[in-house]
Every structure is written in C-alpha cells, then in structure tokens.
Nanobody, 119 residues
Framework: QVQLVESGGGLVQAGGSLRLSCVVS?????SAWFRQAPGKEREFVAA????????VYADSVKGRFTISRDNARNTVYLQMNSLKPEDTAVYYC???????????????WGQGTQVTVSS
C-alpha cells in the first residue's frame, strides 16, 4: 500500500517562501505536486522522476518553484519562492508510474496541505 503525507503549508506574505514535504511510503514512483484553488480544477505544478534526474514544471511556477527528492528519506520536496497571491491553493502530492503532467497518470494522492499567500 502506497501512502503519501504532505506537510509544510501555511500562511506567508507575497514574495515569501515555503517548502512543502511529502513522505512517500511503499514503492518508488515518479512524484508530482498539483494544486487546487477554491472553485477551480486541480492543476499540475511540478513533477520529478523516481531517480530525481528529470523534472518538469508548469509555466506559471517555472523559475520560482523547485521540486526535488531524497529517496533515502522517502521524501519529495517543493521549494516555493517569490510566492504570489495566485499561488494560494491546497497543494497535493501524487505518485504514479510515469513522469507526466496529467492527473490520470497519478494513482496515489496525499490529503493536501493549504498554502495561503497574502498580498
């Protein structure tokens, strides 16, 4: 059974930084972060393959967010810098077989962590 547990969300002012963590138990997969703002669909943020050698980002976060992983700690990170009010959302960690940007690739999901960016 694969379980994902996120942490690190919170309230931050615009321009600030947060680091999200996701502990993944079970098999090693490609991992991703998605986010969902109130009234909007869940959207892709960033993904990383199982070895950490390949990453992909949404255009909206490129240059500001960095995804990484420490397989010795079974943890995937999302470092978020230069945060904007439009980054406010519930952030979800996900795991799946391929490095992909689509929700359908990801079979396992965490419970989500709230990120709120004030202006």
């Amino acid at each position: 059974q694969v379980q994902l547990v996120e942490s690190g969300g919170g309230l931050v002012q615009a321009g600030g930084s947060l680091r999200l963590s996701c502990v993944v138990s079970g098999r090693t997969f490609s991992s991703a972060w998605f986010r969902q703002a109130p009234g909007k669909e869940r959207e892709f943020v960033a993904a990383i393959n199982w070895s950490g050698g390949n990453t992909v980002y949404a255009d909206s976060v490129k240059g500001r967010f960095t995804i990484s992983r420490d397989n010795a700690r079974n943890t995937v990170y999302l470092q978020m810098n230069s945060l904007k009010p439009e980054d406010t959302a519930v952030y979800y960690c996900a795991a799946g077989p391929l490095l992909a940007t689509t929700l359908s690739n990801y079979r396992y999901w965490g419970q989500g962590t709230q990120v709120t960016v004030s202006s």
